[in-house]
């Protein structure tokens, strides 16, 4: 397909993840037709200034209107929401439509996110669950993924989908995501915000028992990255024209580059706000479970076990250039606390 008749539109563009990727898109597809969903009104002459030709006013809940733009679509990316089902039961209605309208599968690239993989830990590493990490280059292991996990019931949708053979259904699962966002609008991660508001809640860092569980991690430019390997994969011929279609369970990647235990992290914030008098000490204390969840309902986010091996990625040459967490921490933290107004 040429790129002046490859319709794009995002989901979630004024995020995190969706910034950088509107301009590394951009970068890609410089004759494609951009079309995004914007909620903030003061937002829209931002993204008309960053190229996207046609802003959708509107929220995830404006169904209809997700629906109709989906319909006019070749490649959606949905960055906004893993969990809202009601939007991406609007999302594969309207590539439904376009796929009845064109006879060729839209794509749909969809960010899930690694919490589909975690545990029910209460802040303590389980060998059990890091022995038997979850490889995305093994069927097997993304099909036995509980259907009552966090994500998993708009993952199944998806699955769903392709297997019905409208689209062309392609899951990112990102663990946790680090460092700085270079899209138009500065814009927070989501794990190192829940435990700073540990932190202000608690009026000092604290983690969940001895903090040992564990998660993986990326730096949001190396998952830009491999969006931009995926996409092209994606559109390829060689996937497209394809004379058998791959499952749908071989399109689920997870995308990590290290590890870190959610005292270690804890203890990197601490330091962080510590040295700008936000907290007084940068001691962590070990609280239960119960005490983490009534300081913050997110808690739970911080204190469980998940592994997934991106395999995949790294066949398809994927190399992530940020591999110390640990060095961007101090930004990402300076950055929160603009957000909340603390300094």
Not at 31 to 56: K, N, T
Not at 198 to 211: E, M, Q
Not at 326 to 336: F, G, H, I
């Amino acid at each position: 397909m040429a790129q002046e008749s490859l319709n794009i539109f995002i989901l979630g563009v004024t995020g995190y993840i969706g910034g950088p990727l509107l301009r590394r898109l951009k970068k890609l597809f410089p004759d494609a037709h951009y079309s995004a969903l914007v909620r903030s009104e003061a937002h829209i002459p931002i993204f008309s200034a960053e190229g996207v030709q046609e802003i959708v006013h509107g929220s995830s809940a404006d169904t209809e209107k997700i629906r109709k733009a989906c319909s006019q679509a070749d490649l959606v990316f949905n960055i906004a929401d893993c969990d809202d089902v009601p939007m991406t039961v609007a999302v594969l209605a309207g590539l439904k439509e376009r796929f009845e309208q064109t006879g060729r599968r839209p794509v749909l690239i969809h960010t899930s996110g690694t919490g589909v993989i975690m545990d029910k830990a209460q802040g303590v590493l389980d060998p059990k669950v890091a022995a038997e990490a979850f490889d995305d280059a093994n069927e097997e292991d993304i099909k036995r993924i509980p259907p009552e996990n966090i994500h998993r019931n708009v993952d199944e949708l998806i699955f769903a989908a392709d297997a019905e053979g409208y689209i062309d259904g392609w899951i990112v699962a990102p663990p946790t995501i680090y460092g700085v966002s270079n899209g138009p609008l500065a814009r927070d991660s989501r794990q190192i915000p829940i435990i700073i508001a540990l932190a202000l809640a608690a009026g000092k860092p604290i983690c969940a028992n001895d903090g040992s569980a564990t998660w993986d991690n990326v730096h949001v430019q190396d998952l830009v990255d491999f969006y931009e390997l995926l996409v092209q994969k994606a559109l390829s011929p060689e996937t497209r024209n394809a004379a058998t279609r791959p499952s749908p369970y071989s399109k689920f990647y997870f995308c990590e580059s290290g590890q870190h235990s959610w005292r270690e992290l804890t203890e990197a914030v601490a330091e962080a706000l510590y040295k700008r008098g936000i907290v007084p000490t940068k001691e962590v204390t070990s609280v239960s479970y119960e005490e983490a969840v009534k300081a913050h309902p997110w808690a739970f986010a911080v204190m469980t076990n998940s592994f997934g091996k991106a395999t995949k990625a790294r066949q398809m040459g994927w190399v992530p250039k940020h591999v110390n967490w640990r060095a961007d921490v101090d930004e990402d933290v300076e950055r929160a606390l603009k957000t909340l107004g603390k300094i």
